[in-house]
């Protein structure tokens, strides 16, 4: 899968970017007030695996898109209309 929207009702996304790069964006935050959703990079392969947020939101203060790196996980809270970072292992 090239590219994966987070479900509401989600809550472990595993990516697998072995067939390609990955681009996993999340719900508008509005609409899951803190809902937590962890991503989870499932392959060590050289493709990117990216997590983003739906414009115009943030993610820490950021627009910016998180590159997740091989097997590692990026735990995302949502607030009102913007997400945190809760943590990466």
């Known amino acids: 899968v090239a590219a994966y929207t987070v479900g509401i009702y989600d809550q472990l996304v595993r990516a697998d970017s072995t067939a390609g790069a990955m681009l996993v964006t999340l719900p508008l935050a509005s609409t899951c007030i803190g809902r937590r959703y962890t991503i989870k990079r499932v ?27 091989s097997m590692a996980a990026i735990e995302v809270q949502a607030g009102a209309d913007y997400w945190d970072i809760v943590s990466k292992a």
Do not use: K, R
């Open 43 to 69: 392959d060590a392969s050289g493709n990117a695996v990216t997590l983003a947020p739906t414009s115009p939101e943030l993610m820490d203060g950021s627009g910016s898109a998180v590159t997740i790196v």
